[in-house]
């Protein structure tokens, strides 16, 4: 028994020194170096204001034959801008709103920023434990401009300073162009319904492209919805029809039937071609028909302002209605003036907002006498309010 003992071990170790020999688990895995110190951290909050302190606990512990020294937390800052401005002049349905940012801006490098002596920490047995706080500066203070109830130096200074420069003339050439689309149709309408152009702003564009706005609006220093409803009737379309009796309860007539159409492309632009209301004649079925060429149906075009073209749309099966070409830079250049700060007016303040934000990415670092570094794993992204 005593033989098969010493013979068991002996083909053991034979075993074991052929295993290391040939494939060694630890040799594959393991970088030969000075060891380090072992470290790992957790941060009391996530969210910290600007000015105070973020608590912590450190725990770490080194190898045998070394002496802890210090520990330290690091963090770098970023910066985050977001701005916008959005059009409110034009109403609801007019949504226009132009942003910027800076995202992840690091405006301090990842460095050291507190230092605990060793002395701080105390043993609990198994590890060295230690509980304090780290400062975070003043001058981190977030940012937070929103909706202004007035425009006055104060908020033109704070526009200048966090707004890239070009931001009003850029926003105010989008919405110029962006109002007289057909999308904004009616957008455009209750912009001059509601915006007080003049009398004689409407004569210069008037003398400049030739067009026909009216030069007699009813301006009222009593009554300041007058013009809005004089306007609104200037401005009619086979969905918005001239009421004679405005303010009435009488229900505005349907819109009358001016001359026809019958659409045609060329190449992809869709070409009206316009006929007269005694060259369109109706079918055994009700339906209007070309008198020249029975084989094209046409469709009614409405009265309306001087400025619109409003017709049936059988695609759509309702009325449609758009400025006509020859109105567009007029619109244009009757809208031009207007000034950023009048586009973005809302009812419940100035449509602007600006937001910065400061995040610590901090990490936590534990050094021997030696000089040997430790590192957690885990980094805390510190917001601060």
């Known amino acids: 028994m005593k033989l098969q003992y010493k013979l068991g071990i002996f083909a053991l170790g034979l075993v074991a020194f052929t295993s290391c020999e040939k494939n060694d ?13 072992t470290c790992y951290w957790e941060v009391g909050s996530t969210v910290c204001k600007a000015g105070e302190s973020f608590s912590f606990k450190g725990q770490y ?18 910066l985050t801008d977001e701005a916008s401005a959005t059009a409110k002049l034009a109403g609801t349905g007019f ?3 132009k942003q910027f940012s800076i995202s992840e801006e690091e405006v301090r490098m990842n460095q050291s920023i507190y230092k605990f002596d060793h002395s701080l920490a105390v043993w609990d047995g198994y590890e060295f434990v230690l509980t304090a706080t780290v400062p975070v500066s003043e001058s981190l203070v977030p940012i937070n401009w929103n909706t202004p109830k007035e425009w006055e ?3 033109k200074n704070k526009f200048a300073t966090y707004f890239p420069e ?6 105010e050439n989008a919405v110029d162009s962006l109002i007289v689309t057909d999308n904004y149709y009616n957008s455009l309408r209750y ?5 007080a152009f003049t009398n004689e702003r409407f004569a210069e564009i008037n003398a400049q492209f030739g067009t026909e706005f009216p030069t007699d609006i009813n301006y009222s220093e009593t009554d300041k919805q007058a013009s809005v409803t004089d306007k609104m009737n200037r401005w009619f379309d086979g969905s918005n029809p001239y009421n004679p009796n405005p303010g009435s309860t009488d229900p505005v007539p349907p819109a009358d039937t001016v001359a026809y159409y019958y659409p045609t492309l060329d190449g992809e632009t869709v070409v009206y071609n316009r006929i007269t209301k005694e060259e369109a004649v109706k079918d055994d079925f009700g339906t209007y028909r070309y008198a020249a060429d029975k084989s094209i149906i046409v469709y009614p075009i409405y009265a309306s302002a001087p400025w619109v073209f409003s017709r049936y749309d059988d695609d759509k099966g309702a009325v449609v209605s758009t400025v006509i070409p020859e109105y567009i830079e007029a619109f244009k250049a009757l809208v031009e003036p207007i000034t950023f700060q009048e586009w973005i007016k809302g009812d419940d303040g100035y449509a602007i907002s600006f937001k910065r934000k400061f995040v610590l990415d901090a990490n936590y670092r534990v050094f021997d006498t030696d000089g040997n570094e430790g590192v957690a794993h885990t980094s805390y992204q510190i917001e601060i309010n």
């Open 61 to 78: 512990y080194t190898e045998k034959g070394h002496t802890p020294s210090h520990s330290e937390v690091w963090y770098n800052v970023t």
């Open 153 to 155: 130096k104060t908020e």
């Open 25 to 37: 688990p630890f040799a594959d895995h393991l970088i030969i170096g000075q060891p380090v110190p």
């Open 191 to 195: 912009l001059y319904a509601n915006y």
């Open 95 to 97: 949504t226009y709103t």
């Open 166 to 171: 070009g931001f009003a003339e850029e926003f």
